[in-house]
């Protein structure tokens, strides 16, 4: 597997409930949560799909030159497993890179581990972030041959996403090939501004 065959999905349909505030538009370098994360993936050749309950909103903060398709969420009450089922119905590619929107320090060179890590894998059905003994699932690589198993979750309305992949062949990454920062998720308003000030914090070390 290379590059070309994996297609960058960044997952933006949820409700924000713990934010306050869509955590895509959150103001991050710049742009948004939402745009930077598309930058990085594109910054590796990585086609993007930007999976959303609100298109037309999502479509208006990819800007700057930035490429990503938005495709609506299938079922928006269902969580990540309607977005996985919407994006491997919506792609092509042999594999799909799952993101959450709200992973702020997530870059290119992280991104390159993973898409590396995976291609190393053997008999795997998701290759997943694990760092600091915790799973990842939304910063994984999922494998097309997984979609008949999201396809039948969603059917049934099993919506835990850990559910699904305790029956799935997962491999994890080993400690230490992820940045820790590179998997911080700002889920709500005090997430955002420890993410602010260790943004601050780079910035004057660059200084």
Known sequence: MNGSKIRAVILAGGNSSRMGTPKEMLEWRGGTFLSVLVKEASALGLPCLVVSNAPERVATM????????????????????SGIVTAFRAASEEALLILSCDLPFMDRKQLEKLCRFADDCNDWDVAAANVLGRLHP?????????????????REGQYRLMSTLGGLRVCTTPEGLLDEWAVFNANTPEDYQIALAEENRRNKGQA
């Open 62 to 81: 990819v800007k700057g030159g930035l490429s990503a398709e938005v495709t609506p969420d299938l079922v928006p009450s269902a969580g990540p497993v």
């Open 138 to 154: 939304l910063c994984a690589v999922y494998h097309r041959r997984t979609q008949p198993i999201w396809e039948q979750a969603l």
